[in-house]
């Protein structure tokens, strides 16, 4: 008589050492990005109200924060800046005393290769009208315009020290245009990470509160538009043609098909950017007592990683880094 049923699927998940055996994805602390918000003009660390646990640092902070995430493993953080004023052109972007061009400064002497060194290329902290780049006298978004800044803030990030810059504007051609001046000004050592696939998503919502930004209108004429796949691997496939280094799906979990689409036909690494909203959604449910945080986070991150992203950006990095060190299950 035969056994029924034939083919048992639940012999390898037994015991932990057989589900161990067959695991397909792991995460290494050294593929996580922690994101880092530097604001000018405070002597202390602020809390960011829709962001529990994420911190707005002082320029002072920030050697250590750089220090305690390398000693940690973690593979990179991404420095974002939130100026004291704003303006129409961005202005404190291209400064070489602006805020986060200073900020890259002192995380390039912290770093001292122990861990990469980014930096958020956009114009969205620094103007005063809150979108990615100049405006037209019709109040549309200026692409071509705002590819000169971009050039200049490019400029300023590689004389600062920055080792990837993180080109989230979403203008056409600014993988191209930055890369060109880059290699002109002789640093060609730099490297372009493209926020290619970039929603116009609602899941960056706290991240307005983290950079104090409001926005006049809305981004659906420079980031995709929710409903969109193809055009999302479309832009990735531009970008690689353009020169970028490594090409980015954000928000990452709503997204995921995306990303996995990226993934089979990208020839640079993908990233993923679990994004500001991601974020406050597990924290939020999981202090309301709905789920377990840390089994979420991980299984969070796990899913991200299984979709194909070679590394992440998410606000539980250093966190994390800590766990994967312990040798924690992540879910
Ligand atoms: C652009 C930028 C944004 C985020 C990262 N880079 C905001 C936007 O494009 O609207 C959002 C990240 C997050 O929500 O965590 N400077």
């Known amino acids: 008589m035969s056994s029924f049923p034939e083919r048992r699927l639940r012999r390898t998940r037994r015991t932990p050492a057989m589900r161990r055996l067959s695991t397909e994805h792991h995460l290494a602390a050294a593929q996580l990005v922690l994101p880092v918000f530097v604001k000018e003009g405070i002597d202390a660390a602020q809390p960011i109200a829709s962001m529990p646990g994420v911190l707005q640092h002082p320029l002072e902070d920030i050697a250590a924060v750089v220090t305690d995430a390398a000693e940690a493993g973690v593979g990179g953080i991404m420095l974002f800046g939130v100026p004291a004023v704003r303006d129409a052109a961005g202005s404190g972007a291209v400064a070489e005393d602006g805020i986060l061009n ?30 990615c780049g100049l405006l037209a006298a019709d109040g549309s978004v200026d692409n071509d315009a705002t590819l000169e800044v971009y050039a200049r803030m490019a400029l300023a990030q590689a004389r600062a020290g920055a080792e990837i810059l993180g080109l989230s504007g979403m203008m056409d051609g600014q993988v191209a245009v930055i890369r060109r001046a880059l290699d002109e000004a002789g640093h060609a050592e730099v490297a372009l990470l493209a ?35 193809r055009e999302g691997v479309a832009e990735a496939m531009q970008d690689i043609a353009e020169g970028a280094d490594y090409v980015m799906v954000k928000p990452a979990g709503p997204y995921l098909d995306v990303l996995s689409r990226v993934s089979e036909v990208s020839t640079v690494p993908v990233w993923a950017y679990q994004v500001s909203g991601e974020y406050a959604m597990i924290e939020l449910a999981a202090r309301a007592g709905a789920i377990d945080r840390e089994r979420t986070i991980g299984e969070s991150l796990l899913g991200i990683r299984r979709a194909g992203a070679d590394v992440i950006l998410t606000y539980w990095a250093r966190e994390v880094a800590d766990w994967i060190r312990a040798g924690k299950d992540l879910a």
């Open 195 to 229: 926020y290619s696939a970039k929603y116009a998503s609602a899941y960056y919502g706290p991240f307005r509160d983290a950079v104090e930004s409001t926005l006049q209108g809305d981004r659906r004429t420079y980031q995709l538009d929710p409903a969109n796949g």
């Open 102 to 131: 200073r900020a890259i400064r002192v995380a390039a002497d912290a770093a001292r290769g122990r861990i990469t060194v980014q930096a958020d290329l956009c114009l969205d902290e620094f103007t005063d009208h809150g979108h």
